[in-house]
């Protein structure tokens, strides 16, 4: 789920299921109603331009000629080529300006652009057909394009990231694309230093920042001050560099959140103890935070969707667990306490400052 | 007018209570069945078969006059008393998930 930066009543949130599919739903007053972007019961079909309605949760693979290379296949968990098949939005990202155009990522990975308010959307298939898409296999929890980060201070360049392919950048739009994983090191891949084939789990930016960026990898946790063309790490003194969620502070651009989980086998924080870690600068140095949180027998993790801040000073920070609790600390981190608990799995945690 | 009986998340998706009452045109087949639901409540497309392929959701069946209709191809015409409006068109979800 996410709120338009242009207009705080207007929600996007993606829902999906074995039963029923991918369903979009979208709110015009701050979350109070929901409504699947252009499908109003017992009206016509079609617009009256033609355009076809019922389509918010339509996503189909751009092959046309004009798309460059409109691709077929992927790399499957055997090596073998397998065709791209819709599954589901993962994250969708709405525009910094335009309530109605909204960027969403989807699996198997590709990223779509709707700029009608989520009614119909197109794919930016330049991304999928810029040259490396054979390669891309999916990682555990399938091939996920799980990140879209927009540029606030240049509005032709999108970031995203995809597990298990790495990170990606256009400077036009989304029209071209092109890998940014130098730096990245993989030692379960063939090549550790390939050109793709990472599993990054999470990008952060701060607004003031955009040529800086945060990544929780697989393992590793790493910054790039150029945009992506170099990376290095700075999992510095963590305890563990596996995780999911990373997230920058409002005010604070070398302030940086993650939360260590044990392994990429046992999804849970090292010892049972569930602990924020906090950079001051800019990673490298981490300290924990345990203020509030459970120290023991503790055994949930923290998704790459379920962290957010808010821009009061200071800085708010909220995080949601698989176990169903949302954390909140009003002083950056210092002490933390449950605003809601015993929810299913917190799977997106979206905060807005509306005063 | 046949009548079709939706499970209960579709009746929240097309903020629909109880039966979905539709005029199908022509013959009364599972898929022009189908296709006036869908146009009728457009917010119900892709979700009981696929945007492109057409084909049912693997976790929905299709019963009618307590018959499996899930596998009939989508030109089969339905039972009489469906078509009648005595019996309706049941969309099931399958109990799924653990």
């Known amino acids: ?355 | 007018m046949i009548r079709v009986v939706l499970p209960y998340p579709l009746k929240t998706l097309a903020h629909v209570d109880g039966e979905v009452e539709l005029t199908v045109e022509g013959p009364a087949t599972l898929g022009s069945v189908l296709d006036a639901l869908e146009a009728r409540y457009p917010m119900l497309k892709g979700t009981i078969r696929d945007h492109v392929t057409q084909e049912r959701r693997p976790f929905l069946r299709y019963f009618a006059c307590q018959e499996d209709l899930s596998l009939e191809p989508a030109n089969v015409t339905l039972p009489d008393p469906v078509i009648s409006g005595a019996e309706p068109l049941v969309i099931l979800a399958s109990i799924a998930g653990g």
């Open chain 1, 1 to 355: 789920m996410k709120g338009s930066p242009a207009d705080p009543n207007r929600l996007y949130a993606s829902q999906t299921s074995g039963w029923f599919g991918q369903i979009i739903q979208r709110s015009s007053d701050g979350g109070k109603t929901w409504e699947q972007p252009g499908t109003k019961p017992g009206e016509p079909t079609k617009t009256p331009d033609g355009m076809p309605m019922g389509e918010s949760n339509k996503f189909v693979y751009d092959t046309s000629p004009g798309s460059g290379k409109p691709l077929t296949t992927h790399q499957w968990y055997d090596g073998t080529q397998h065709p791209w098949e819709f599954k589901r939005v993962w994250h969708l990202e709405p525009s910094l300006t335009d309530p109605n155009t909204v960027y969403a990522g989807i699996e198997d990975a590709a990223i779509f652009r709707t700029t009608d308010g989520g009614k119909t959307w197109q794919e930016l298939a330049g991304l999928r057909g810029h040259g490396t898409g054979p390669k891309w296999a999916p990682g555990a929890g399938g091939m996920c394009l799980h990140t879209i980060l927009l540029d606030p201070k240049n509005s032709k360049r999108i970031f995203v990231a995809i597990s298990s392919a790495g990170a990606f950048r256009s400077d036009d739009g989304g029209t071209s694309w092109k890998p940014i994983n130098r730096g990245l090191k993989s030692e379960y891949i063939p090549d550790p230093n390939a050109e793709i084939g990472h599993c990054v789990h999470r990008i952060a930016m701060h607004r003031s920042r955009p040529n800086t960026l945060f990544m929780q990898k697989h393992w590793d946790v790493l910054r790039t001050d150029d945009a992506g063309d170099n990376w290095r790490e700075v999992s510095g003194n963590l305890p563990t560099d596996f995780g999911f969620v990373i997230d920058v502070h409002a005010h604070e651009p070398e302030t940086v959140y993650v939360v260590p989980i044990k392994s990429d086998s046992e999804h849970f924080p090292l010892e049972g103890k569930l602990r924020v870690y906090r950079s001051r600068s800019g990673g490298n140095e981490w300290e924990p935070l345990t203020n509030g949180l459970p120290q023991r027998d503790c055994y949930v993790n923290v998704l790459r969707d379920s962290m957010s801040v808010d821009s009061l000073d200071p800085c708010g920070v909220y995080f949601g667990t698989t176990g169903g609790q949302v954390y909140a600390s009003a002083d950056s981190g210092d002490k933390w306490f449950p605003i809601v608990r015993d929810l299913p799995p917190v799977f997106s945690v979206e905060v807005q400052t509306l005063a």
